[in-house]
């Protein structure tokens, strides 16, 4: 009978955490999260969807915490996602950012080195498009790779950059298994209300329902290559049990503006013209911002066999009805 895979998550209280934890406890993996501190409001969410996955207490910032949570888990695979991931944030909070997001992954990959794991645990860490920044000086107009130059515009991308070379370098130079999934935007239903296609979503599903009479947003031209979260997921998973490893972008290969966005979401409520429930705020508009991003996940449907399985209209349309479920269930219980 085949020992039963453990897995240690970072980031498990996240929209990839939720989404992954579900995938493995599905492939019959132990499942093990890191969480940060006591009071994490995130924390009693998880662990009531989740009740399998045992939750061990630690931060990227605290290398002996890591190293206790390997210990811990003695995992075979270790799925890094945990990061200060909202750009915008990342603006106002650089040095946090550069901590959790880029050192982090310093930190975690010598808690396996030093904790003797280096040769028998799979390392999977969460890289980004917005390492890209926008910019491609060797492919213009076609849809970033795998070799695609770097130009990352923002304290989390700069930070993402250092975490994807510091992997690749100890894969270098350690003979780690490390793969790094190159992911460009990935939403859903568990994404959090502050990033912008989850703000959109539950503010449509209020007007909807009378709560709220408009949103108010930034800069409404930038292009995104959005793709559903569970696919995404299921290629990070891919990559931990492909042979070798590597680096592997997962993206849609097409863009859409947040305007399409923003038209889609407001069609799932019957309304044709947006444009009265929505206000532009300087507040949200960043201090550089990346005008389109556009991902060819090539690679990885040739050498992973990934694919999507929600296009860009079900994406929103999924997210819309999950918004208004929820605000009709959370009204339902306010009056109960």
């Not at 969460?126 to 910019?135: D, H, Y």
Request: hydrophobic share 40%; charged share 25%.
């Amino acid at each position: 009978m085949p020992t039963t895979k453990r897995a240690l998550v970072t980031g498990v209280t996240g929209q990839d955490g939720g989404h992954l934890a579900e995938l493995l406890l599905d492939e019959g993996y132990e499942v093990f999260g890191l969480v940060r501190g006591q009071n994490n409001p995130r924390r009693a969410a998880a662990e009531a969807e989740f009740p399998a996955v045992t939750m061990i207490e630690g931060d990227l910032t605290d290398p002996f915490s890591l190293t206790r949570a390997v210990e811990i888990a003695s995992p075979d695979e270790v799925y890094n996602l945990g990061a200060v991931s909202h750009v915008g944030y990342s603006f106002k909070n650089p040095t946090l950012t550069a901590d959790v997001t880029g050192k982090g992954v310093l930190n975690l990959l010598e808690a396996l080195r030093l904790t003797g794991r280096a040769e028998t645990t799979r390392f999977y860490q969460a890289s980004t498009s917005e390492m890209f920044g926008g910019l491609d000086y060797n492919r213009p107009g076609a849809g970033y790779t795998e070799s695609s130059l770097f130009h990352p515009r923002s304290p989390y991308g700069v930070a993402k950059l250092y975490a994807h070379w510091i992997a690749k370098n100890y894969r270098e130079s350690y003979g780690m298994f490390v793969s790094c999934g190159i992911l460009f935007n990935h939403e859903g239903e568990r994404r959090g209300r502050e990033f912008v296609t989850r703000k959109i979503t539950d503010a449509v599903a209020r007007i909807h329902l009378g709560l709220q009479d408009h949103i108010e947003l930034g800069d409404l031209w930038p292009k995104r290559d959005w793709g559903y979260a569970g696919d995404y997921v299921r290629g990070m998973w891919q990559m931990l049990q492909h042979d070798t490893p590597d680096d592997f972008v997962l993206a849609s290969g097409e863009t859409h503006s947040i305007e399409e966005f923003l038209s889609l979401a407001f069609a799932e409520i019957g309304v044709d013209n947006w444009r009265p429930y929505v206000r532009q705020n300087p507040a949200f508009m960043r201090p550089a911002e990346v005008d389109i991003l556009l991902g060819d996940p090539a690679k990885a449907e040739t050498e992973l066999g990934w694919h999507r399985d929600v296009d860009f209209q079900g994406l929103v349309s999924r997210m819309v009805a999950h918004d208004i479920s929820l605000q009709q269930r959370q009204g339902a219980g306010s009056l109960s």
